[in-house]
C-alpha cells in the first residue's frame, strides 16, 4: 500500500493488474482523452509493469485506485514526464465508468497531490485535458488546478480539431 484514506488506497501497479490495465488501455472511448492511437497487447502491457513502471528511470509511474471497503481496482492514476531539475510532474486519471462522479477521482487527487509534494517535494504539477471533457476539467478545477494555457486545435477528432487546456498546480508551500 502506498497511501490511503477511508475510502480508497491507492497502491504501485503490479503484474496482476495488466489484464485490467490492458482492458483499460484498449478502451476506445477514452482514447481521446488518453491520447492512445493504437492497441495495447498484453505482453506490453506485462512488460511495462514488469519493467519500466518506474518514476526515477523513465520518467513516469502508474498506480492503482482501490476501493478500500471490498478491494475492488477502480481506475488508475499516473504520473508522467517526471522532471527533478524543474520539481514538476504531469499527472493523469482514469476511473471507471461505474466509479466516476463519486468523489473517488478527488480522493485520489488529494492523496497523489500530497505524495508529490511532501514525498517527492515537487514545485507543480500539470494537467491537459481537452476542452470536451468537462467532468475532468471541473474535478481539476475543484482540487485547485488553474489554467495556464491554452493549445487551439491541438488535437484531431472525427468531428475536426478541439482545443487542449493545460491546467497547474503550484506547491505553495515551497
Known amino acids: 500500500m502506498f497511501a490511503q484514506n477511508e475510502n480508497i488506497i491507492i ?7 495488466a489484464e485490467l490495465i ?10 481521446r482523452v488518453s491520447e492512445t492511437y493504437m492497441p495495447y497487447s498484453l505482453y506490453q502491457i506485462e512488460q511495462f509493469l514488469l ?4 518514476l526515477f528511470s523513465i520518467r ?14 477502480i481506475g488508475c492514476i499516473d504520473l508522467y514526464d517526471f522532471d527533478p531539475i524543474h520539481m514538476r510532474a504531469g499527472i493523469g486519471i482514469l476511473l471507471q465508468k461505474d466509479y466516476r462522479k463519486q468523489g473517488y477521482a478527488h480522493e485520489a487527487l488529494e492523496l497523489i497531490l500530497d505524495y508529490c509534494f511532501n514525498t517527492l517535494m515537487l ?16 474535478l481539476f478545477k475543484k ?13 484531431r477528432t472525427t468531428n475536426g480539431f478541439i482545443d487542449e487546456l493545460e491546467f497547474q498546480y503550484i506547491n ?3
Open 11 to 17: 497502491r504501485a501497479a503490479e503484474p496482476v493488474d
Open 143 to 155: 482540487i485547485g488546478f488553474v489554467q495556464c494555457g491554452l493549445r487551439k486545435e491541438w488535437i
Open 60 to 73: 513516469q509511474i502508474r498506480f492503482i485506485i482501490e476501493k478500500k471497503d471490498d478491494d475492488t481496482n
Open 51 to 54: 519493467n519500466n513502471n518506474d
Open 172 to 174: 505553495k508551500n515551497f
Open 123 to 138: 514545485k507543480q504539477v500539470y494537467c491537459l485535458i481537452d476542452e470536451l471533457n468537462a467532468d475532468s476539467i471541473n
Open 22 to 31: 490492458y482492458k483499460w488501455e484498449n478502451d476506445q472511448e477514452i482514447w
